[in-house]
């Protein structure tokens, strides 16, 4: 069956950096745009980034331009999201999911500490 894990998340202090990582098995990745969502405690989930299954065109979230890339290595079967410049308000669970399908990891927490 499909598979998303997510690693990298953690605590980190304003301002720092973290990597997040989505290993994805059970379909052909390369054939699939992928994207990042976010949820906060007490607020809905929100895009973050995706980047499109061959050409690697990538779209942001208002609140993330500038500061987050997301990237993807098919040979691997795995997307990444690097966050920079991080605030206090990007503490929530990140997910990451295969766009347009219902496939979605468990998450990971990011803590962001003023």
């Known amino acids: 069956q499909v598979q998303l894990v997510e690693s990298g998340g953690g605590l980190v202090q304003a301002g720092g950096s973290l990597r997040l990582s989505c290993a994805v098995s059970?379909?052909?990745?390369?054939?699939?745009?992928m994207g990042w969502y976010r949820q906060a405690p007490g607020k809905e989930r929100e895009f973050v980034a995706a980047?499109?299954?061959?050409?690697?065109?990538?779209s942001y979230g208002d609140s993330v331009k500038g500061r987050f890339t997301i990237s993807r290595d098919n040979a691997k079967n795995t997307v990444y999201l690097k966050m920079n410049s991080l605030k206090p308000e990007d503490t929530a669970i990140y997910y990451c999911r295969v766009m347009f399908n219902t496939y979605w990891g468990q998450g990971t927490q990011v803590t962001v500490s003023s």
């Open positions: 059970g379909l052909t990745f390369s054939n699939y745009d």
């Open positions: 980047i499109r299954r061959s050409s690697g065109f990538t």
